[in-house]
């Protein structure tokens, strides 16, 4: 038995290709189509035109920026000092972290609507930023996860021990030698938040608020050409965030 | 004189999800058994109705066949890419590629693939002008095989990127023995290779699951709620699309958090049974 690329495996990788390069290729070539056979940068023009696709984008990149500064106050220090004083704690921690994936999203929603539904929570469900709740838990699995795999290869103890025994207190510790040693964990994650809420629709939709995914769903109803331009841009712009999160995380590999 | 600043942290993070997700969903509970009059089963009896037994029974199918094709297609390509044989670059631009598809899912997606093989896609008329007529044949975009089309595109890509540290695990010498010993590459893998790699495959089935089961954007930017799935039913009840009661929208979000629960405990338990021969050995 070879170890070599075989024709079967040759076929597998060929029709995958097709699979995945198909989709993008055509909603490039469908952004350019101006009807007939007319083809141009009619859609992309559009775009740049339309103020509510600024807009838009600028709820989601709030919001997103938003999220990552509740995960970074709440989850960073709470998983960091769990690891360091109550290790007891960490089955609960890895049930809360599990949770989001047996509540679907929209399940969510549902709960807090309810939850919330008093004439007194009004305010609340007016800002978008409500949607900072959801999202919060929207990412905390991955976040979770990444962090996790951050913390378990440190050995905390004996870090903030050295530091101890340096005359640092816990704040210079975890600034100066825990945060930067989850670097590329911490790097990774804020990405992959980002990219997970600015592709957001669900709770955007449901609870009415007009992000990115929901605009560019609005637009899909009557400007198809604009919508596969701003599919394909996604794609790209996707690709290149996940571009950095190898990069930053093949650089810490190196750097070791 | 540092621990109450870290109880502080712990306990914030704690607080938060106990309020903003363990209660609302425990509020679900409660709104699905109860009304104005008191406590009643009339909701989750509700559920029987053919609109909303029918969601239940598209979601379940569109999550089975595309974790199915993920899980397959997914480790095919795995496999191949990770043979010591393929060129390296062909290896990093799956990876990179996959953590990218995995990842774009939504409303871009639906629109890519509308304008690809929907009834008037790019794809569509190309093939039509060469004489395969898609819709025709009586494929829709908008059906339940055209939305497990859909989901593959970020189901397979998932699963490469959940079973490769497996496949990297599997040992060649463990081939060369099973090969040493007379056996054909298919007896390998019936024997060796697949019981070992069965609780990795397990577990990416039942993550591709849950990640079907619970998507809402592609579907409703694809069928604008044609085809009742679970979710979309939700979201109708929520944004008050249809005249049903509050309490049906929970009765259904009761619903599908049972249905993830009894998947993974049935995972936990075949993955406990699948792994067994790993304490003995």
Known sequence: MSNRLG??????????????????????????W???????????????AS????????????????????????????????????????PLFEFIAALPFVIPAIALVAGLTELFSGEQWGWLKETPFFLVIPYFFLALPYVYRALDVGLQALDLTTLTEAGQSLGADMGQIIGLVVLPSLRSALVGSTLLTLAVVIGEFTFANVLLFR????FINQIGQHEATAAAALSFASFIATWVAMLIVLVAGSRKQGGR | MKAPVAWLFIGAFIGVSAIFLVAPTVMLAIQAISDDEGWTLEYLLDLQQYRYWVAFVHSMQLSVASATVGVVAGALIAFAVLKPGTPRWLNQAVTSFSAVAANFAGVPLAFAFVATIGSLGLLTNLLKTIGIDLYGMGFSL????????????????????????????LRPSWREAAENLGASGLEYWRHVGLPVLAPSLLAGWILLFGSAFS???????????????????????????????????????????VVMVVVLALSTWLTRRAS????QA
């Open chain 1, 34 to 48: 101006e009807g007939g056979d007319r083809y141009g940068f009619a859609a992309y023009r559009w775009l740049a």
């Open chain 2, 142 to 169: 908008f059906s339940i095989t055209g939305l497990t089309v859909v989901y593959s595109y970020f189901q397979i890509p998932l699963m490469v990127i959940v079973i490769t540290p497996a496949i990297q695990a």
């Open chain 2, 215 to 257: 998507a809402y954007a592609t579907a409703y930017a694809l069928t604008s709620g044609n085809i009742g799935l679970v979710t979309t039913e939700i979201a109708n009840v929520l944004s008050g699309n249809v005249a049903s009661e509050p309490q049906i929208g929970a009765a259904l979000s009761v619903g599908m958090i």
């Open chain 2, 276 to 279: 067994r021969w790993v304490k």
């Open chain 1, 7 to 32: 024709l079967g495996g040759w076929v597998i990788l060929g029709l995958a290709f097709a699979f995945f390069a198909l989709p993008l290729g055509m909603s490039a070539a469908f952004s350019f």
């Open chain 1, 211 to 214: 992000t990115y995914a929901v």
């Open chain 1, 51 to 90: 103020p509510a696709l600024g807009e838009a984008l600028w709820l989601s990149v709030r919001l997103a920026l938003a999220t990552v500064a509740a995960l970074v106050v709440l989850l960073v220090p709470a998983m960091i000092f769990m690891n360091l004083y109550a290790p007891k704690l960490r």
